[in-house]
């Protein structure tokens, strides 16, 4: 392979990269990571990002997040996170078309994990390129929330 061609691939690599990394974002106040919570009358939820086994596209694909009618944020690539705290009641976690509901208690975390899976209704087997990837919410229990938060990034915020 020429130098041109070498160099032309390894700057698509890294416009690629650099694409995705800048829109992993989170809108609300990002709370301290430091502390179990900030505020001891909320709860806290974590959105993770889990990908698909091998399929690039569920690792490289922007995916928004929200909690009833509020934007919390997007996560580019895999294995990123979004975290913030809420008041306690009854929460609607989405991400399109993914859907959870938590009924989040004050001084509790909550971890989810955000699959993004091939939509296999949408899939056709003689044309290559063909079908959609689909959002799923799974709230897991602490043990597993944690360990796959210690593999996951932290979104991009500005206060």
Known sequence: ???F??????LLVLLLFSACVSQ????VHFPDQDKPIEDAEKGRIYVIRHPWLWNLASHIALVSVGDGDLEIGSIAGHLGFLSWERDPGQATIT?????VIVT????KVYYILLHLEPDWATYNLVVLGSGELSARLELV???TG?????KA?????TK
Request: aromatic share 8%.
């Open 146 to 150: 944690r360990k796959e938060l210690s």
């Open 1 to 3: 392979m020429n130098r």
């Open 104 to 107: 989040v208690e004050k001084g």
């Open 5 to 10: 061609l070498k160099f032309a691939l390894g």
């Open 141 to 143: 229990d602490e043990e």
């Open 24 to 27: 992993h974002r989170q809108l």
């Open 95 to 99: 991400s399109f078309p993914g859907r």
């Open 153 to 157: 990034k932290p979104p991009n915020y």
